[in-house]
């Protein structure tokens, strides 16, 4: 077997990618009845889960990396089984975007209607189903924008589901950083809160997320793949696998590491005043010691990486 091949397989396994042939099956008639009888106005927290293809992860994924340090967005095609949201494939949009926020415009909508039209004609029907967007360095999460954007999108398509994707940790750690979400009624308040939420969110975007942290709720994510999308993914790892093998994960996430010990400092001093985050020392140091486990996590494997490349090949 072939390094690449190895390489590959290894990727799939962290992944946790899953074959599934019979989840392409669409039917119409079901999709129109599931969206007339809306089964999740019956509950805040209806859909569990999110499965999304692997090509349309590497689509995500690709676009994410083209945007570099600003944000992307893009609307994603699929269909609902009940409480599991099915996601096949991505439409990229060109919105106006910067490093903390993007903004659709007239124009790219324009481009969308276009690319629905042009996927009609070739049997391409189905339903659009949710967007995603990147969080380029600092992790998948929902900030107040996002939050008004997809609770807009509940209210005129009612299932529809928010998706983002961190392209700096995914090829940082070589394990796709990615999140699903639903937004909560307005109104509504969950019982539960989870305590660990913020762990790896920079300092700078702690208020944000602990102001909007309790408008929504994480769906469970698994990728999947059929032997068509296993021998296209397959097919451009091998074709970029000298590319992928002469990059350095220090050198080209040098700026990433560099935020991130300087963020862990800041957090060892900072002071957690927002009710989300639990009371007292204690807290607060457990905070501590994961965010430093995280960043030494990311940073071992950063360093194995390197030294087995210069064992290999030097």
Request: charged share 25%.
């Amino acid at each position: 077997m072939q390094v690449e091949q190895v390489d590959f397989q290894q990727f799939v396994e962290r992944n946790n990618i899953l074959a599934d042939e019979s989840i392409y099956h669409f039917n119409q008639d079901e999709q129109n009845d599931f969206i007339d009888k809306k089964p999740w106005d019956s509950s805040p927290n209806y859909f569990k889960k999110c499965k999304i293809s692997i090509a349309a992860v590497i689509k995500m994924l690709i676009h994410a990396c083209l945007g570099k340090n600003n944000e992307v967005m893009g609307l994603m095609q699929g269909r609902c089984d009940k409480e599991t949201f099915i996601i096949y494939d991505v439409i990229y949009l060109n919105a106006e975007a910067s490093e903390v926020n993007v903004t659709l415009t007239p124009e790219a909508m324009g481009e969308y209607v276009q690319m629905i039209e042009m996927l009609e004609t070739v049997g391409r029907v189905h339903p659009t189903v949710g967007w995603y967007h990147s969080h380029p360095s600092y992790g998948c999460w929902l900030s107040g924008t996002d939050v008004q954007n997809q609770r807009l999108q509940q209210m005129g398509y009612g299932a529809f589901v928010a998706v983002v994707i961190d392209p700096i940790r995914t090829m940082t750690n070589q394990k796709v950083d990615i999140g699903a979400f639903r937004v909560y009624p307005d109104g509504y308040r969950p019982l539960k809160q989870n305590q660990d939420d913020n762990i790896g969110i920079p300092t700078q975007k702690i208020k944000d997320f602990g102001a909007y942290h309790d408008k929504y709720y994480s769906l469970d994510i698994e990728i999947f793949s059929n032997s068509i999308d296993s021998k296209i993914v397959q097919g451009l790892w091998e074709r970029y696998w000298g590319v992928r093998l002469s990059q350095s994960i220090l050198e080209d996430n040098q700026l990433y590491f560099r935020q991130c010990l300087c963020d862990l400092k800041d957090k060892c001093f900072i002071k957690y005043d927002q009710p989300y985050q639990g009371s007292g020392q204690q807290t607060n140091e457990k905070q501590q010691i994961k965010e430093a486990q995280k960043f030494s996590v990311e940073l071992a494997g950063a360093l194995l990486s390197e030294t087995v490349k210069q064992i290999l090949f030097q």
